[in-house]
């Protein structure tokens, strides 16, 4: 935490037009930092067959809605970061009071949402049903479950091996990468998983999104004096992951620096590309 914070203020001062969310950013690290000391989820017992699948088939250990949930922590987590998003930019202060309204009203039943499981479709029909903005909405779900997802990643961590698996969907939840990492000195490439956090070995030269390989496709974006931020096109499907270098920012908190590069993908989105997986911060 304390290096989060650090590299917080130094972005700050490096580029104080993200000064606000930034500020958001951390604050809310700090409370599911704080969750985590006390969570509690029913262990994950990976079966025989799960394993076959994820061989044969490719099918990943886990659906999202299968990870357990800490349903108190993060009922907890979930009012104090509505809390902590009163205080953020307007539109989400103003969504953070309709949600409470919500939730005090007993309308709905936040609980009893969390012991379903995260099912993107369901909680995006809730904010529909209360006229909610449903990327804010989704948002504070994803985030007060966070913690309790993280753990259930990392009792599955070990039935994979990260360096083997090369292929574009994360092998313990299912999910799209969000991020694109290299590391040690080789210049290993890592996907991150945009919903359980894991992290797994792909090809230097390949788009995650169509597997195009062919290296006149495949372009680069940088901005001037950012050498460890890049953006990586792909002609193909018109579509781009960014690339933190870790080498450069050793163990810097990619979300973070992904949150202080929004500049790279606005870059890339004139040009008309597009990113699958948006960074949840910027709604
Ligand atoms: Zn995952
Ligand atoms: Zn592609």
Not at 148 to 162: A, H, I, K, N, Y
Not at 177 to 185: C, G, I, K, N, Q
Not at 189 to 196: D, G, H, K, N
Request: hydrophobic fraction near 35%; charged fraction near 35%.
């Amino acid at each position: 935490m304390e290096r989060l914070k650090k590299r917080v203020q130094h972005l700050k001062e490096k580029r104080p037009g993200y000064g606000e969310v930034l500020d958001f950013y951390q604050k809310v690290r700090e409370v599911q930092d704080s969750a985590k000391s006390s969570l509690k989820i029913d262990p994950i017992r990976p079966k025989k067959e799960w394993k076959d699948l994820l061989a044969k088939e490719g099918f990943s250990l886990l659906q999202k809605q299968d990870f357990p949930l800490d349903i108190e922590a993060s009922f907890t987590l979930f009012q104090t970061l509505c809390q902590i998003g009163k205080d953020a930019n307007p539109h989400m202060a103003e969504q953070a009071r309709k949600i409470e309204e919500v939730l005090n009203s007993k309308r709905f039943d936040l609980k009893e949402l969390f012991k379903k499981g995260i099912e993107e479709q369901r909680i995006e029909q809730m904010a529909d049903e209360f006229g909610l903005d449903k990327r804010i909405f989704l948002f504070l779900i994803e985030e007060s479950t966070r913690p309790s997802v993280e753990l259930g990643m990392e009792q599955l961590r070990t039935e994979v091996d990260p360096e083997t698996w090369h292929k574009s969907n994360c092998p313990i939840c299912g999910s799209l990468p969000f991020l694109s990492l290299l590391r040690e000195e080789v210049g290993k490439r890592y996907l991150l998983c945009s919903f359980c956090g894991y992290q797994w070995r792909i090809d230097r030269l390949i788009c995650p999104f169509c597997n195009n390989k062919e290296q006149d496709s495949l372009q680069y974006l940088y901005a001037e004096g950012e050498e460890a931020y890049r953006i990586d096109l792909c002609e193909r499907c018109h579509q781009y992951i960014k690339t933190i270098d870790l080498r450069i920012l050793e163990e810097s908190d990619p979300c973070l620096e992904d949150l202080a590069t929004l500049h790279l993908d606005i870059l890339a989105s004139r040009k008309d590309y597009k990113r699958p997986v948006p960074n949840p911060w910027t709604t």
